[in-house]
């Protein structure tokens, strides 16, 4: 649960520059990397980001932050896959 300006737990109300579909796309894949490894698989699937609006994420991140490809393997479905980490 998110707490909202009012103070209390519940939905989120209506937040600017969050709602529109880049920013919340950005936000979903950036939430699901945080202290995890995931393949593009599983990130897909968990956020329901369509894989071509993923890349397209990891392009907009890569000129931020550093995105790593693990050799590790997908926290996600345990399977050796590269998996994309926020570092």
Not at 19 to 35: I, K, N, Q, T, Y
Request: proline residues 3%; charged residues 20%; hydrophobic residues 40%.
């Amino acid at each position: 649960m998110i707490k909202t300006r009012r103070g209390g737990l519940g939905r989120m109300g209506r937040v600017p520059g969050v709602h529109e579909p880049g920013a919340s796309d950005l936000r979903l894949v950036m939430v699901a990397l945080w202290e995890e490894r995931l393949c593009t698989t599983c990130l897909v699937a968990r956020t329901g980001v369509p894989t071509a609006r993923v890349e397209d994420i990891f392009t907009t991140l890569g000129g931020v932050l550093t995105l790593t490809k693990s050799i590790a393997g997908c926290q996600g479905c345990s399977q050796g896959q590269d998996a994309i980490v926020l570092t």
